[in-house]
């Protein structure tokens, strides 16, 4: 150990009685260093006992964590024999590194099975590989060849990404607190005293010019991303759960629920997002409903697509168990329904003007104006006047099935739609952000259209 230098974070990599790490970084935090120096004091420690160093991809191994390796086995005088094809690291003691990509191909991570078992396993660069799934297919095949005898360990790396509800940023959130998990947090300010000055001076700028790329790049902190188009949501103010939303409105009632709803264009989701509108003036979002084409495996006619939406609303009304869809009662308690669709889906609010029972009101939404529309919702979110639901999924009425979320689809896209161009960038998916946007903004824009009488207490 005299050889080495540990930061202050990684101290406890070496804490024997510690088996899983989750180490989250910013840029430049010597991450990377003390994960391939503590590989290899395994190696060094453990002789009858192999080291799996995993990445997304393959392909990019040959130039990372395949030359990391090589550096830090040097560094401790340890003789090697390195080999590609595929790419493994025999020591002078007869135990191997090896180094997997984790790039989709589960017959990869399936078929491992080492010669020695593992002392330890890192699975580097995490928010690169493509879901939490091909994280968890690697993990199961890895972990039962995790040596017994020993304080063996797996050490799971990555830096956040900029898409706040990206898996990872999401993992990280949910395991760092959870018992037997160890959570590293680091900073270049962790190693400054040995990063280069011209490195520091590099840093220091960014701080100034560009101070939110400056917390997302070296601290790690998402919180301030530029570009966010809805940058007023904040998940821990603004997403909440059906029995926090009891609570919360324990004393009111709903008067009125407004659908907001974005018809598809070619193969793009369609999505209703009813918004109740409370009392008191505040409002939040029910059940939605989605309909995802490249999910169904076809698209939909217009008249297929009302049938469902018009099923979807009886739903709401009177309630239905089977698929996790609560009832409000809506036309026992005269709550005043309004359709608000995008003017440009005019075959869709034809055939509900058709099918819907006569007791709710279609409406085109003609009043479109990105800058405008969007400013509306931010003002919501910043004087906490809506809130979004989080039912852990929603029921697909095309399938017949509830489909899982681990995040909202709603505020999945609220936090990562972002500006381009004067305009929302087409890369980034927002029919169910879109539909909520007009719903709210058909409101809030116009809150004297709806007479509530206990209003004024909210806006005062």
Known sequence: MSKLYVSKPFKTLYNEELKKHICDSGRCSGKSYEIAQFGAVAIEKYHKNDVMYCRATYQAIGDSIFAEMKE???MLGIRYKALKSPYRIVTEYGNEIHFQGLDGSVNRTKGNKPMRPYSLIIIDECE??????????????????L?????????????????????????????KSVPGYDYIYSTY?????????????????????????????????????????????RRDKHLITHEQA????????????????????KKDMTAIVPIAVMSDGRALTLEKFVFDPKRYGR???????????????TDLDIG????????????QNQVQSIFVIDCASTDL???LSYVMSGYHIIKSYTTKSIMRNNSCVNNCFARNLIYVQDFGGYFDYASNRFIETDFDILAEQLENVTWKNNGYDPAVPNDVSDAFTYGASFYYENPENLYLPERKNVYE
Do not use: C
Not at 306 to 313: G, N, P, Q, S, T
Not at 320 to 331: A, C, P, S, V
């Open 72 to 74: 830090k086995l040097d």
């Open 128 to 145: 690169e590989i493509k879901s939490e799934l091909n994280l968890k297919q690697a993990e199961a095949s890895f972990k039962r060849h």
């Open 147 to 175: 040596a017994q005898d020993i304080p063996s360990k797996i050490i799971y790396a990555g830096n956040p990404s900029e898409i706040k509800s990206h898996w990872w940023n999401v993992w990280v959130n949910k395991y």
């Open 189 to 233: 300010e962790d190693i400054a005293q040995v990063l280069p000055k011209d490195m520091l001076a590099d840093i220091e700028l960014e701080k100034i010019i560009n101070p939110a790329m400056y917390k997302f790049l070296y601290l790690g902190d998402i919180s301030d991303m530029s570009g966010s188009a809805y940058a007023s949501f």
């Open 246 to 265: 009891m609570v919360m409105f324990r004393n009111r009632t709903i008067e009125y629920i407004i659908w907001g709803g974005d018809g598809a264009l």
């Open 299 to 313: 698209t939909l006619a217009t008249s297929e697509l009302a049938e469902l939406i018009e099923r979807y609303v």
């Open 320 to 331: 239905n168990k089977e698929r996790g869809i609560n009832g409000y009662g809506i036309i």
């Open 349 to 351: 609010i034809t055939q």
